[in-house]
T-cell receptor
Framework: SAVISQKPSRDICQRGTSLTIQCQVDSQVTMMFWYRQQPGQSLTLIATANQGSEATYESGFVIDKFPISRPNLTFSTLTVSNMSPEDSSIYLC??????????FGQGTRLTVV | GNSVTQMEGPVTLSEEAFLTINCTYTATGYPSLFWYVQYPGEGLQLLLKATKADDKGSNKGFEATYRKETTSFHLEKGSVQVSDSAVYFCALSGTTGRRALTFGSGTRLQVQP
């Protein structure tokens, strides 16, 4: 299994500012994933954070808006830049262990005012 | 690309009623299939999974069978409890090396005493 700690758990931010979300895993993993869950919606993959290389972004998400760092095999950060109210969501970090099982952090509930 | 279609919610049942939440998928190759549950105020938890055709995943009285011929993975429980009230997400793993999950839209279940 994997235990994932995400910080902060929630935040209220002013539009135009940036927030960096941290994700710490209790064991080494090759790939870490960042998802967004907009209010009342399902989870959408933002990007895959690869250690030692650039993150891989999904269609509709760009590095300038969601820069990601992955300095080692247990840690990653996601920054939400130049925020607007449309960025209000829950952001989740996830890892896959073994063949298929995915584990999720508790999420960061972001409100942009 | 991959996609997951879930029945719309909310689903409202009385305690001890039978539950079915439908899930169908589109994918290339042979994905693994999952049901995740999100209890109020909590993070995503894996409920059950199946990694190949005809596999049955089960946990906490919930079951789902991987039906390749109908590309379905319907969630069932014979007798729901108030404590089962949550949002349920059907998901599939990436095929061809992509290990991020594709989620359905989620189904909110409300069980009344």
């Amino acid at each position: 299994s994997a235990v994932i700690s995400q910080k902060p758990s929630r935040d209220i931010c002013q539009r135009g500012t940036s927030l960096t979300i941290q994700c710490q895993v209790d064991s080494q993993v090759t790939m870490m994933f960042w998802y967004r869950q907009q209010p009342g919606q399902s989870l959408t993959l933002i990007a895959t954070a690869n250690q030692g290389s650039e993150a891989t972004y999904e269609s509709g998400f760009v590095i300038d808006k969601f820069p990601i760092s992955r300095p080692n095999l247990t840690f990653s950060t996601l920054t939400v830049s130049n925020m607007s109210p449309e960025d209000s969501s829950i952001y989740l970090c996830s890892v896959v262990k073994g063949d298929t099982e995915a584990f999720f952090g508790q999420g960061t509930r972001l409100t942009v005012v | 690309g991959n996609s997951v279609t879930q029945m719309e919610g909310p689903v409202t049942l009385s305690e001890e009623a039978f539950l079915t939440i439908n899930c169908t998928y589109t994918a290339t190759g042979y994905p693994s299939l999952f049901w995740y549950v999100q209890y109020p105020g909590e993070g995503l938890q894996l409920l059950l999974k199946a990694t190949k055709a005809d596999d049955k995943g089960s946990n906490k009285g919930f079951e789902a069978t991987y039906r390749k011929e109908t590309t379905s993975f319907h969630l069932e429980k014979g007798s729901v409890q108030v404590s089962d009230s949550a949002v349920y997400f059907c998901a599939l793993s990436g095929t061809t090396g992509r290990r991020a999950l594709t989620f359905g839209s989620g189904t909110r279940l409300q069980v009344q005493p």
